[in-house]
């Protein structure tokens, strides 16, 4: 069902047989000049659309000044980043990686630096990430066991056994709001009041792994801000350059700060060229966009049967293999992604025009007529 190009890449990813090599806005142009309405973003990345003018400029600018020094050295728009994102979240210190993994990694050890305790619980069907740390809390085996032996001390839960996987070892609690890779399954009322009083009672650190969900994708700039539960740590990735590569874990200012110098580092980490990128998204996401994003959502979700989701983070149940759907998709122009076997996942540009909206609405009802 899918070409490999024929290029010298490891084949770990089976690519739609499609080579994109412009893009604009929700549109995607390929080397034939074909134009896709792109309801992928990069997988939940591109949210304010390909060649947005903010980032665009503020990443052109910076790769004419200064592109590296590393982290032994200060550069502003990675301080201005960690001023933005700590406003946003309401008081937070940032550490910068390069990818949503790395922000795993990072908060993993930070909690077991702090707590000085090993145990992770995180919750059947979540996706973490690939590398060693964030692949060995990811529920789902299938992902884990070619892999093992991972990381030790992790335990896995649903939202109803929670409580009895938190306990006096418990370094940290790692959910994501709405579990993105794992089916777009958002937490069932309740889990996020849960497992704070759980953290609360044992000592143990919250994390909110908001990769996908983070960056306005669910109407709110965290998906936390919809229950008003406050995670200890959030990690985010995806969207925050939109498409440039880079990661954050935030901490909260009230909780134990733990790393000192040599406890953790990336060569790359808060990249200016990226940061500066990613100050100009954080700038964009506005309340204006946040609204816009529910109600785009929302219209999204009235016009299918059997959805899930929340905002721009929006699955619909087929009930049968996705993946032929989508392959159909692409071939009437229109890029959808799949989410576990049977659903297809809607993560488009959160920009996304009322207009377009109408267009994916039609299109997509006429492949699954
Ligand atoms: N965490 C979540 C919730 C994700 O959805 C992903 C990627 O899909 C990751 C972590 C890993 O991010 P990356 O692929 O940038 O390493």
């Given at each position: 069902?899918?070409?490999?190009?024929?290029?010298?890449?490891?084949?770990?990813?089976?690519?739609?047989?499609?080579?994109?090599?412009?893009?604009?806005?929700?549109?995607?142009?390929?080397?034939?000049?074909?134009?896709?309405?792109?309801?992928?973003?990069?997988?939940?990345?591109?949210?304010?659309?390909?060649?947005?003018?903010?980032?665009?400029?503020?990443?052109?600018?910076?790769?004419?000044?200064?592109?590296?020094?590393?982290?032994?050295?200060?550069?502003?728009?990675?301080?201005?980043?960690?001023?933005?994102?700590?406003?946003?979240?309401?008081?937070?210190?940032?550490?910068?990686?390069?990818?949503?993994?790395?922000?795993?990694?990072?908060?993993?050890?930070?909690?077991?630096?702090?707590?000085?305790?090993?145990?992770?619980?995180?919750?059947?069907?979540?996706?973490?990430?690939?590398?060693?740390?964030?692949?060995?809390?990811?529920?789902?085996?299938?992902?884990?066991?070619?892999?093992?032996?991972?990381?030790?001390?992790?335990?896995?839960?649903?939202?109803?056994?929670?409580?009895?996987?938190?306990?006096?070892?418990?370094?940290?609690?790692?959910?994501?709001?709405?579990?993105?890779?794992?089916?777009?399954?958002?937490?069932?009322?309740?889990?996020?009041?849960?497992?704070?009083?759980?953290?609360?009672?044992?000592?143990?650190?919250?994390?909110?792994?908001?990769?996908?969900?983070?960056?306005?994708?669910?109407?709110?700039?965290?998906?936390?801000?919809?229950?008003?539960?406050?995670?200890?740590?959030?990690?985010?990735?995806?969207?925050l350059a939109n498409g440039?590569?880079?990661?954050?874990?935030?901490?909260?200012?009230?909780?134990?700060?733990?790393?000192?110098?040599?406890?953790?580092?990336?060569?790359?980490?808060?990249?200016?060229?990226?940061?500066?990128?990613?100050?100009?998204?954080?700038?964009?996401?506005?309340?204006?966009?946040?609204?816009?994003?529910?109600?785009?959502?929302?219209?999204?979700?009235?016009?299918f049967d059997n959805t899930?989701?929340?905002?721009?983070?929006?699955?619909?149940?087929?009930?049968?293999?996705?993946?032929?759907?989508?392959?159909?998709?692409?071939?009437?122009?229109?890029?959808?992604?799949?989410?576990?076997?049977?659903?297809?996942?809607?993560?488009?540009?959160l920009t996304i025009s009322?207009?377009?909206?109408?267009?994916?609405?039609?299109?997509?009802?006429?492949?699954?007529?």
């Amino acid at each position: 069902m899918t070409v490999l190009t024929g290029a010298p890449l490891l084949p770990t990813y089976a690519r739609f047989p499609v080579t994109f090599v412009d893009g604009e806005g929700c549109w995607l142009i390929a080397e034939d000049g074909k134009r896709y309405l792109d309801l992928v973003a990069g997988i939940a990345v591109v949210g304010l659309g390909h060649r947005h003018p903010a980032p665009l400029e503020a990443a052109q600018e910076q790769l004419e000044r200064l592109w590296h020094v590393s982290n032994l050295y200060s550069t502003l728009p990675m301080e201005e980043l960690a001023t933005k994102l700590s406003g946003r979240f309401g008081g937070a210190h940032a550490f910068f990686g390069n990818s949503g993994s790395e922000a795993v990694e990072a908060a993993i050890k930070w909690a077991r630096k702090v707590t000085g305790r090993a145990g992770l619980v995180a919750l059947e069907g979540s996706f973490h990430g690939r590398t060693m740390g964030a692949l060995s809390i990811t529920g789902q085996p299938a992902k884990r066991a070619p892999f093992e032996p991972l990381v030790p001390g992790v335990r896995f839960a649903t939202p109803e056994t929670l409580a009895e996987a938190v306990g006096p070892d418990t370094a940290a609690i790692v959910l994501e709001p709405v579990q993105g890779e794992g089916g777009v399954r958002p937490l069932p009322a309740g889990t996020l009041e849960l497992a704070r009083a759980l953290a609360d009672e044992h000592g143990a650190m919250l994390v909110l792994d908001e990769v996908q969900s983070g960056l306005g994708r669910t109407g709110e700039f965290f998906a936390w801000q919809h229950s008003g539960v406050r995670p200890d740590a959030v990690t985010l990735a995806k969207g925050l350059a939109n498409g440039l590569p880079i990661g954050a874990l935030l901490v909260a200012d009230e909780a134990p700060s733990g790393f000192v110098p040599g406890d953790h580092a990336s060569t790359f980490g808060g990249n200016p060229v990226a940061c500066a990128a990613a100050c100009a998204v954080v700038d964009a996401i506005d309340a204006e966009l946040l609204a816009h994003v529910r109600e785009t959502g929302a219209r999204l979700e009235a016009a299918f049967d059997n959805t899930r989701g929340a905002g721009l983070l929006l699955a619909i149940e087929l009930g049968r293999p996705a993946m032929p759907v989508a392959l159909e998709a692409l071939e009437h122009g229109l890029l959808v992604g799949t989410a576990g076997e049977t659903a297809l996942r809607l993560t488009p540009p959160l920009t996304i025009s009322a207009e377009e909206t109408d267009l994916a609405i039609a299109l997509l009802h006429e492949v699954l007529a």
